[in-house]
């Protein structure tokens, strides 16, 4: 076997790895409540250590926002492959919308995460806590995009904080919203508003 074919293999099992610790958390979580739930039962869910767990994640909380991460990681990639000379808000604005048209009908076990985030202070304050850590690479997207001058960063700054912030918001609205609402359609009128001061 070709020695360059190993890293991707071991990282391909890391991430099968940290998948099922991640979706483990969200199963007892949904089953018990985030509250009921430790780490070394999130392990045995996974059939894993309590030390593999800790190589991977620092608290059950940071286990249950792994797929925000994710999804949040993904959007920015996309924001990334967006042509060269488009605008900041505009390379957001495309990003999200492929975004989401490419999730489709949404997984019930990520609504039921969602909406258990929204219950428990301490799952809320670690998604604030996981989009502030992707911030600063969707601020530098941003920068690198802007054709005005900003020396300290601010403006990109608050670009970025401000599309996260309207994703979010449309989230909140959609897990209020009568069935067969669009989170799309919802996403796209909070950037639309949020965004008549980034164009």
């Known amino acids: 076997m070709s020695t360059t074919a190993e890293p991707g293999l071991r990282e391909r099992k890391k991430a099968a790895t940290r998948q099922a610790l991640h979706d483990a958390a969200v199963r007892l979580a949904i089953e018990h409540g985030p509250d009921r739930i430790t780490v070394e039962a999130i392990a045995d869910e996974a059939g894993v250590s309590r030390r593999t767990f800790s190589n991977y994640f620092g608290s059950k909380e940071e286990a249950l926002m792994h797929g925000d991460l994710q999804r949040v990681r993904s959007l920015i990639a996309s924001v990334r492959a967006r042509p060269v000379g488009e605008p900041p808000w505009a390379a957001l604005t495309a990003a999200a919308a492929e975004f989401y048209r490419q999730l489709g009908d949404l997984d019930p076990q990520w609504v039921a995460r969602s909406r258990l985030v929204r ?61 067969g609402t669009s989170l799309g359609d919802l996403a796209r009128e909070t950037l639309a508003t949020a965004g008549r001061g980034f164009r």
């Open 119 to 179: 219950r428990h202070p301490t799952l809320l304050a670690a998604q604030v806590q996981t989009f502030a850590a992707v911030e600063r690479d969707l601020a530098a997207e941003v920068a690198a995009r802007s054709a005005e001058l900003d020396p300290g960063g601010v403006r990109a700054r608050m670009t970025a904080a401000t599309f996260l912030v309207s994703l979010r918001v449309a989230l909140a609205l959609w897990l209020d919203a009568p069935p």
